[in-house]
Nanobody, 125 residues
Framework: QVQLVESGGGLVQAGGSLRLSCAAS????????MGWFRQAPGKEREFVSTINWSGSTTYYADSVKGRFTISRDNAKDTVYLQMNSLKPEDTAVYYCAADSLGLKYARHMYEYDYWGQGTQVTVSS
C-alpha cells in the first residue's frame, strides 16, 4: 500500500507560479511511475503529466507543455509539479497518482493504483 499526500496548492494570479509536491509513504516508491491529474469543477479528471521511476522519461498534456515541469526525488519519496505561467483554465484540484507497474507514458487513470486526496489550485484572472 502506498499513501500519497499532495501539498503546495493555493491561490495565484494569472501568470504566476506554484510548485506542487506529492509525498509518498508505505511501499517502495522508487520504481513506481508517478503522475499528476487534475479535475476542474463540472469536468472529468484529466491527465497532466507523468514521470518514470528514474526521471529519464516525462510526458505532458498539450495544454501544459512548456509551462509545467514534473520531477522526482527518490531519496525523499517525493514527486513535484512546477507550474509556471499559470492560466485561469488551470484552476482545478490536482491529484498525484502512483503506478506500481512502472509503465512509461502512463496517461490514463486506470493505469494508476494509488491516488492522493488532491490539492486545490486556483488561478485568478
Amino acid at each position: 500500500q502506498v499513501q500519497l499526500v499532495e501539498s503546495g496548492g493555493g491561490l495565484v494570479q494569472a501568470g504566476g507560479s506554484l510548485r506542487l509536491s506529492c509525498a509518498a509513504s508505505g511501499r517502495t516508491f522508487t520504481y513506481y511511475t508517478m503522475g499528476w491529474f487534475r479535475q476542474a469543477p463540472g469536468k472529468e479528471r484529466e491527465f497532466v503529466s507523468t514521470i518514470n521511476w528514474s526521471g529519464s522519461t516525462t510526458y505532458y498534456a498539450d495544454s501544459v507543455k512548456g509551462r509545467f515541469t514534473i520531477s522526482r526525488d527518490n531519496a525523499k519519496d517525493t514527486v513535484y509539479l512546477q507550474m509556471n505561467s499559470l492560466k485561469p483554465e488551470d484552476t482545478a484540484v490536482y491529484y498525484c497518482a502512483a503506478d506500481s507497474l512502472g509503465l512509461k507514458y502512463a496517461r490514463h487513470m486506470y493505469e494508476y493504483d494509488y491516488w492522493g486526496q488532491g490539492t486545490q489550485v486556483t488561478v485568478s484572472s
